[in-house]
């Protein structure tokens, strides 16, 4: 959805899960799925790229609102549901979901103008890597931060890995990344992830604040004082989006992804300590059964997982 276009022959968008309004040289751009903390599915990702896109070509936008709806999340990542069901029956197409995640990121990084981060809420997994691609981040005091790669079975490298040394330093980075443990709004103001932290009634006239304060100096130069600004975080997303989209693509269709996220769904702890013992066993927990070695001897058939007991093809026992 669009509203208040101040362009003339602005562009018309059916938006389904994005609410995207312009008003007074202001572009906002809502994540609008609050009944699932705001996670993105697939099209949310190319929504808020046509968005993002659009605003960066629209001459009256002077800065850019990223935020989510309701109170409770500004965003919570990709949505695992679409991930489970997807992408881990077709792995090689997470490769392509990769790429659309590329241009939402990019979308945001590269867009004309200065881009706020409203955060509302918790605020995870790629929704902690939408805000980390964002200029500026202003945050209610009910916000809360997390990664969540290691814990669902996936690397936080669609920006994490690559941005949070640069914006709160390495031992924080790697303490989010490999704990897990969240990051309250007080704590991230003090580690420099947010600009500023206020109480939730007051997030709106703070962000107001800031984009008058940008509206207030000279649009070239801004733009390219981000241009400027961006070099360190645009050099290594260059350097390791292409790599980390191969090695995910690879990664969903693991032990790891399934039981990760799987346990995510189910609403149970995942099973860490199980695929540990297989690793001190000498055992193999790349493969859910085992490594495809075995072979029927009675129909021929191949690649059959060491752990099973029956030839799936012939019913035979081994």
Same mark, same amino acid.
């Given at each position: 959805m669009v509203v208040g276009?101040?362009?003339?022959?602005?562009r018309e968008f059916d938006f389904?899960?994005? +609410?995207?309004?312009?008003?007074?040289? &202001?572009?906002k751009i809502i994540i609008n799925r609050p009944n699932v903390y705001n996670a993105y599915s697939t099209n949310t990702l190319k929504e808020l790229a046509q968005a993002f896109d659009d605003a960066s070509d629209d001459d009256s936008v002077g800065v850019a609102i990223l935020t989510g709806a309701g109170d409770r999340a500004f965003c919570t990542g990709g949505d695992v549901?679409?991930?489970?069901?997807?992408y881990q029956k077709a792995p090689h197409r997470y490769w392509n979901y990769m790429?659309? !995640?590329?241009?939402? &990121?990019t979308s945001i990084r590269n867009c004309r103008v200065p881009v706020v981060a409203r955060v509302n809420g918790m605020t995870a997994g790629g929704g902690n890597e939408l805000h980390q691609a964002c200029d500026l981040s202003i945050a209610s005091d009910n916000a809360r931060f997390l990664q969540v790669g290691v814990r669902v079975g996936s690397v936080a490298a669609g920006g994490a890995t690559q941005w949070l040394p640069i914006l709160i330093g390495d031992r924080r980075a790697r303490w989010m990344l490999y704990t897990t443990d969240e990051v309250d709004a007080e704590t991230a103001e003090q580690w420099g992830l947010v600009n500023k932290v206020v109480p939730y009634s007051e997030l709106d006239r703070a962000v107001e604040e800031v984009c008058n304060k940008i509206l207030g100096k000279f649009p070239e130069c801004l733009r390219y004082t981000k241009v400027q600004v961006n070099?360190?975080?645009? !050099? &290594?997303?260059?350097?390791?989006?292409?790599?980390?989209?191969?090695?995910?693509?690879?990664h969903m269709g693991s032990t790891e992804a399934m039981e990760g996220m799987r346990a995510f769904i189910e609403k149970r702890p995942a099973d860490?300590?199980? +695929?540990?013992?297989?690793?001190?066993?000498?055992?193999?927990?790349?493969?859910?059964?085992?490594?495809?070695?075995?072979?029927?001897?009675?129909?021929?058939?191949?690649? +059959?997982?060491?752990? !099973?007991k029956f030839c799936g093809a012939c019913g035979n026992k081994f």
């Open positions: 276009s101040e362009r003339k022959g602005k389904r899960e994005t +609410i995207y309004e312009k008003k007074n040289m &202001v572009a549901k679409e991930y489970a069901t997807v790429v659309i !995640f590329d241009k939402a &990121v070099f360190w975080k645009d !050099f &290594v997303w260059n350097s390791t989006i292409q790599h980390a989209r191969d090695w995910l693509a690879l860490y300590k199980g +695929i540990r013992e297989k690793l001190a066993k000498g055992e193999v927990p790349e493969f859910l059964w085992g490594a495809p070695t075995r072979s029927c001897p009675k129909c021929g058939a191949k690649n +059959i997982p060491e752990q !099973f």
